[in-house]
């Protein structure tokens, strides 16, 4: 007589629904979920590592920029040959700063490849919405005895949107007054003055411009 089966020896029922070669469908609908998770995960670091490289580029070129202007302006205004005209028996100097623009004469900047003087124009040029930090040179003639036009030659364009340019003078301008900041220094004053202050402002939201401070070696006029 034959024996039944021992409950214990039984092989276990396979799942419902499943295979035992193959993945039920709410198994395959979850895998696909988490990946779909991983790949948005993985895309935003992307852009996000794009958009900061692209930022450090920028913060880099700004600064080079920055670096190179600061760095043309020290050696110019550092150079600046202090002459004196005579015009009418009245003595003149050859420097005139307002507010916005400053006229000078000082050697060729180094990457002109001449040698000689020139007249310089440091302005603002006001565009339709900002304004733009410009210098202009062209040779200078020294049978002149005053500026010439403060235009013409050739430009360099040394920062562009800007919100605002001011310049101020630091010296004793006249007779015996104590050295003081100035908005204005003409060529009727009786020095040369020793500093010069360039604000920038930018607009909200970009990098701000330190203040910067050029000073002048001019020693005595001649």
Not at 162 to 175: H, N, Q
């Amino acid at each position: 007589m034959m024996s039944s089966p021992r409950p214990d020896l039984l092989p276990a029922p396979s799942p419902r629904g499943r295979s035992d070669a193959g993945f039920t469908l709410i198994e395959v609908i979850v895998a696909m979920m988490v990946l779909a998770m991983i790949m948005t995960a993985a895309f935003g670091a992307l852009r996000l590592g794009d958009r900061s490289w692209e930022a450090g580029m920028q913060r880099a070129g700004e600064s080079e920029q920055l670096r190179t202007t600061v760095t043309l302006l020290r050696r110019q205004f550092n150079q600046i040959l202090p002459l004196v005209w005579t015009v009418d028996n009245e003595r003149r100097i050859a420097f005139n700063g307002d507010h916005t623009r400053v006229q000078f004469i000082a050697p060729a900047p180094q990457h002109h490849g001449a040698t000689g003087l020139f007249e310089f124009t440091l302005s603002a040029k006001p565009q339709e919405d900002n304004t733009h930090l410009v210098l202009n040179y062209t040779l200078y003639n020294p049978d002149h005895t005053s500026l010439g036009p403060p235009a013409g030659g050739r430009k360099v364009l040394l920062a562009e949107k800007l919100k605002s340019v001011e310049l101020d003078y630091f010296g004793i301008m006249k007779g015996d007054d104590a050295p003081a900041w100035h908005a204005q220094w003409d060529t009727e004053a009786q020095t040369y003055p020793e500093l010069v202050r360039l604000r920038v402002a930018r607009e909200s939201g970009l990098p701000q411009w330190p203040e910067l401070l050029l000073s002048l070696r001019t020693g005595e006029a001649q």
